[in-house]
């Protein structure tokens, strides 16, 4: 059964203090694996897709790392706005877009 | 990316009652999709809503109590019927990009069941 664990369930960081979040996964086959921010009463917002091992993706402080089983969010430098949910999922090949979510990592970042 | 709309933004509601949630892009976009968001919970893929034709629900949705419209390519409507305290979550609808791989949410909708 395709599976996805997110580690830790929340995190709390001083501003400055990197971190690494991680995404474990189980899938059949790998189309995508996702990487959304939820901030509290608004919608996933998207932020990285990665389709193979190997790949790298980076956004301001965010760089998302991929390999055969798992995937990381590192925070670099964190600062207070980037405080939210983050959500990790995947889509298995032959799944017709379905996305399976994690249940996320609450990350809170003290100024 | 597209901007996506849903109504109501929350709603309390009585158990048994049903609610109906509308989402609308402003773009025609070809895959949408339902999704819930229960306290605590990974979000849950409802179905696939598909332009003219009926809605392809995930194991443990049936239409009776989820139905779903898809009258054209910028709009859809998710019902929940008969509604209980279970019910209670956030639902969200989202579209998909290019081939569909990328998912856009909505800003959902929190409904809450008395």
């Known amino acids: 059964e395709d599976q996805v664990t997110q580690s830790p369930e929340a995190l709390r960081l001083q501003e400055g203090e990197s971190s690494s979040l991680n995404c474990s996964y189980t899938?059949?086959?790998?189309?995508?694996l996702f990487w959304y921010r939820q901030d509290p009463g608004k919608g996933p917002e998207f932020l990285f897709t990665l389709y193979s091992a190997g790949e790298e993706k980076e956004k301001e402080r965010l760089k998302a790392t991929l390999t055969k089983k798992e995937s990381f969010l590192h925070i670099t430098a964190p600062k207070p706005e980037d405080s939210a949910t983050y959500l990790c999922a995947v889509q298995a090949v032959g799944a017709t877009n379905k996305l399976i979510f994690g249940t996320g990592t609450l990350l809170a970042v003290q100024p | 990316s597209a901007v996506i709309s849903q109504k109501p933004s929350r709603d309390i509601c009585q158990r048994g009652t049903s609610l109906t949630i509308q989402c609308q892009v402003d773009s025609q976009v070809t895959m949408m999709f339902w999704y819930r968001q229960q306290p605590g919970q990974s979000l849950t893929l409802i179905a696939t809503?598909?332009?003219?034709?009926?809605?392809?629900?995930e194991s443990g949705f049936v239409i009776d109590k989820f139905p779903i419209s898809r009258p054209n390519l910028t709009f859809s409507t998710l019902t929940v019927s008969n509604m209980s305290p279970e019910d209670s979550s956030i639902y969200l609808c989202s579209v998909g990009s290019g081939r569909g791989e990328t998912q856009y949410f909505g800003p959902g909708t929190r409904l809450l069941v008395l």
């Open positions: 809503a598909n332009q003219g034709s009926e809605a392809t629900y």
């Open positions: 899938v059949s086959g790998l189309r995508g």
